[in-house]
């Protein structure tokens, strides 16, 4: 495990994925094993950056996190939704930037450059309310997706869990719904297709937000469960990818 670091530099590099999309990638670039990383709607930070330079160097793999957002995520400042123009504010940015539909048809097209790439095998992860469109791409029946891993997930559904036609590693936070949570994996345990290639792990003194922009790296719980995660994740996508 590299050393994680509380004032990091990034160690990746800026690239164009799109023709309006930039991407921040990270670990070999020849690697025909590329995870795919959806940040949160803060967007991205120098913790979520940190993370991606983990797993390319856990996995020996190539990580990419494209801006879906083009430069204008979600203001910080707007959570939490203690005012009516924050809820305005949220609301305007799920129906359009953040609306989970949007970014799947984004990322079935980044996977498409990958593979145009030279790709053989695309793992995809999400962060909190990246989780969402990460999963909805890889219930598509010809998803181009061979695993997904969801981390503080938000915006979950336990029907998304039967629809998952990959197999997925879990962990969440003290934040994520708990019956929501056992109604989820009772489906994902059902889901035979995938199941026993599924992981989960859970967080229970950890605030939902640890692995992405919110995280907290001072405080040595918060880094604790940061590390873990990544190298779960990590290991979770050598075993399947």
Same mark, same amino acid.
Not at 41 to 53: K, N
Not at 131 to 142: F, G, I, M, Q, Y
Not at 210 to 230: H, I, P, T, V
């Given at each position: 495990?590299?050393p994680?670091?509380?004032?990091?530099?990034?160690?990746?590099?800026?690239?164009?994925?799109?023709?309006?999309?930039?991407?921040?990638?990270?670990?070999?670039?020849?690697?025909?094993?590329?995870?795919?990383?959806?940040?949160?709607?803060?967007?991205?930070?120098?913790?979520?950056?940190?993370?991606?330079?983990?797993?390319?160097?856990?996995?020996?793999?190539?990580?990419?996190?494209?801006?879906f957002?083009?430069?204008?995520?979600?203001?910080?400042?707007?959570?939490?939704m203690?005012t009516p123009?924050?809820?305005?504010?949220?609301?305007?940015?799920?129906?359009?930037?953040?609306?989970?539909?949007?970014?799947?048809?984004?990322?079935?097209?980044?996977?498409?450059? +990958? *593979? @145009? !790439?030279? =790709?053989?095998?695309?793992?995809?992860?999400?962060?909190?309310?990246?989780?969402? %469109?990460?999963?909805? #791409?890889c219930?598509?029946?010809?998803?181009?997706?061979?695993?997904?891993?969801?981390?503080?997930?938000?915006?979950?559904?336990?029907?998304?869990?039967?629809?998952?036609?990959?197999?997925?590693?879990?962990?969440?936070?003290?934040?994520?719904?708990?019956?929501l949570?056992?109604?989820?994996?009772?489906? +994902? *345990? @059902? !889901?035979? =297709?995938?199941?026993?290639?599924?992981?989960?792990?859970?967080?229970?003194?950890? %605030?939902?937000?640890? #692995?992405?922009?919110?995280?907290?790296?001072?405080?040595?719980?918060?880094?604790?469960?940061?590390?873990?995660?990544?190298?779960?994740?990590?290991?979770?996508?050598?075993?399947?990818?």
């Amino acid at each position: 495990m590299p050393p994680v670091e509380v004032d990091y530099k990034s160690k990746g590099r800026t690239e164009k994925i799109l023709d309006d999309m930039n991407a921040y990638v990270t670990g070999p670039e020849t690697s025909e094993k590329v995870i795919v990383g959806i940040y949160d709607v803060f967007g991205c930070w120098s913790t979520t950056e940190q993370g991606a330079d983990i797993l390319a160097q856990l996995t020996g793999m190539k990580v990419v996190l494209p801006d879906f957002f083009r430069g204008e995520p979600l203001p910080n400042d707007s959570f939490p939704m203690d005012t009516p123009e924050k809820q305005q504010i949220v609301n305007n940015f799920l129906g359009t930037k953040g609306n989970p539909m949007t970014v799947k048809g984004d990322l079935m097209q980044v996977s498409q450059k +990958l *593979k @145009a !790439n030279g =790709a053989k095998s695309i793992g995809v992860y999400g962060l909190c309310w990246g989780s969402k %469109p990460a999963t909805l #791409a890889c219930s598509e029946k010809e998803t181009p997706f061979a695993a997904i891993a969801q981390l503080h997930p938000s915006l979950l559904d336990a029907k998304d869990a039967s629809a998952l036609q990959v197999p997925m590693a879990s962990l969440t936070s003290k934040d994520e719904p708990e019956e929501l949570m056992k109604d989820f994996y009772a489906n +994902l *345990k @059902a !889901n035979s =297709a995938i199941a026993s290639r599924c992981i989960d792990h859970h967080y229970p003194d950890i %605030p939902h937000g640890f #692995a992405g922009s919110r995280a907290n790296l001072k405080d040595q719980a918060n880094l604790e469960a940061y590390k873990d995660a990544y190298q779960r994740t990590a290991k979770f996508f050598v075993d399947v990818l």
